[in-house]
T-cell receptor
Framework: DAGVTQSPTHLIKTRGQQVTLRCSPK?????VSWYQQALGQGPQFIFQ???????QRGNFPDRFSGHQFPNYSSELNVNALLLGDSALYLC?????????????FGPGTRLLVL | RKEVEQDPGPFNVPEGATVAFNCTYS??????FFWYRQDCRKEPKLLMS???SGNEDGRFTAQLNRASQYISLLIRDSKLSDSATYLC??????????FGAGTRLTVKP
């Protein structure tokens, strides 16, 4: 049973560039959430996708956007990168967007913005 | 005030010790609660959900006090493998999960 997978594992970009991160949910899951985790902090919720639509969004600017595909996989796009966007980006999947549904995390993508 | 606040760490305890972590949350409408553990440079993994009646899983006991908006995690008979960062997670009625900053635990021989 494949767990949540993310790609790439590491990425280095420069300020102003754009980046796309990818996530495949755990088998049987249809809901994907994205989180940003800065060093020494807990994950911060970016947004959640279900049925190819953004269902919930955290306090992140419009530079952060996403997409969900018919096979439930998802992408996170960040435009006009800032130094402060350097973080671990985590994808979590769950079986539906229902309240309290357990989320399973992928290994994350470490983004460094220079 | 942060939405989810945890005990500042780190906690350094000997093997076999009992250690307790506390967490408070600000949104009284919060609906569900969890403890996750995160090993160094790894992803968070669900440790246990927290129910109003309290729940136990082996050496781990979680408690919820809705009136005080307080969650706790008790680890008995600590093992070296318990060394990790423990994240308190609160799911509010908008269904986005709010994480605390985490408390780091190191269990020493």
């Amino acid at each position: 049973d494949a767990g949540v997978t993310q790609s790439p594992t590491h990425l280095i970009k420069t300020r102003g560039q754009q980046v796309t991160l990818r996530c495949s949910p755990k088998s049987g899951h249809d809901t994907v959430s994205w989180y940003q985790q800065a060093l020494g902090q807990g994950p911060q919720f970016i947004f959640q996708y279900y049925e190819e639509e953004e269902r919930q969004r955290g306090n992140f600017p419009d530079r952060f956007s996403g997409h969900q595909f018919p096979n439930y996989s998802s992408e996170l796009n960040v435009n006009a990168l800032l130094l402060g966007d350097s973080a671990l980006y985590l994808c979590a999947s769950s079986s539906g967007p229902q309240l309290g549904e357990t989320q399973y995390f992928g290994p994350g993508t470490r983004l460094l913005v220079l | 005030r942060k939405e989810v606040e945890q005990d500042p760490g780190p906690f350094n305890v000997p093997e076999g010790a009992t250690v307790a972590f506390n967490c408070t949350y600000s949104n009284s409408a919060s609906q569900s609660f969890f403890w996750y553990r995160q090993d160094c440079r790894k992803e968070p993994k669900l440790l246990m959900s927290v129910y109003s009646s309290g729940n136990e899983d082996g050496r781990f006991t979680a408690q919820l006090n809705r009136a005080s908006q307080y969650i706790s995690l008790l680890i008995r008979d600590s093992k070296l493998s318990d060394s990790a960062t423990y994240l308190c997670v609160v799911n509010d009625n908008n269904n986005d999960m709010r994480f605390g900053a985490g408390t780091r635990l190191t269990v020493k021989p």
